[in-house]
């Protein structure tokens, strides 16, 4: 366990599981052309494309939680580069949809081999990809994920801190 780790709260840890995890992507794709957050974007684009769905910047901003305006933008730097092209969806003309270039699925592939090779790095403590472990542990994930937060909770907390 790292230094101090024993004390810390779950939510530290999980902040410092999500900068290391990363931190560890950017470094790993960055040969590729791309960042993080491009990388979950083609990736979440890769997979859509392999089930027939070609998904509105709206669908894809819903299933990599990223906020709509921040697609947009990686979305127009990820077609400038050649990797994504954008098109009005013929059944709503304010939604744009997205599907990757030959060259974006080309790189994507590239991309996700080398993101599996950290995926079975990080999980190896756990007992790797495939284990028993990294299968609680991927459930308790999303159990945690798909847990809703009670905003109007927190915003009431946070006016008592302020009075």
């Known amino acids: 366990m790292s230094q101090g780790s024993e004390k810390a ?14 931190v560890a992507v950017d470094r790993a794709v960055a040969p590729l052309g ?9 990736a979440s684009l890769y997979g859509m494309h392999r089930t027939g ?27 400038t580069a050649g990797l994504l092209e954008r098109a009005r969806d013929p059944r709503d003309p304010r939604a744009v949809q997205l599907a990757l270039t030959e060259q974006g699925r080309e790189v994507t592939g590239r991309a996700i081999k080398v993101v599996q090779g950290l995926l079975q ?7 790797g990809l495939d284990s028993a472990r990294t299968r609680e542990f ?16 927190l915003d009431g907390e946070s006016d008592k801190e302020h009075s």
Not at 35 to 41: D, R
Not at 58 to 78: I, M, N, Q
Not at 121 to 127: E, H, M, R, T, V
């Open 9 to 22: 709260t779950p939510g530290f840890l999980v902040w410092r599981l999500s900068m290391k995890w990363r």
């Open 34 to 42: 791309l960042t993080h957050a491009q990388y979950s974007l083609v």
């Open 53 to 79: 769905e070609r998904p509105s910047q709206r669908r894809l901003a819903d299933h990599t939680g990223l906020e709509p305006l921040y697609v947009s933008k990686l979305a127009r730097a990820l077609e």
């Open 121 to 127: 790095q990080l999980l190896a403590p756990l007992g």
């Open 138 to 153: 991927t459930r308790d994930l999303a159990t945690l994920l798909d847990a809703p937060l009670d905003h109007s909770a």
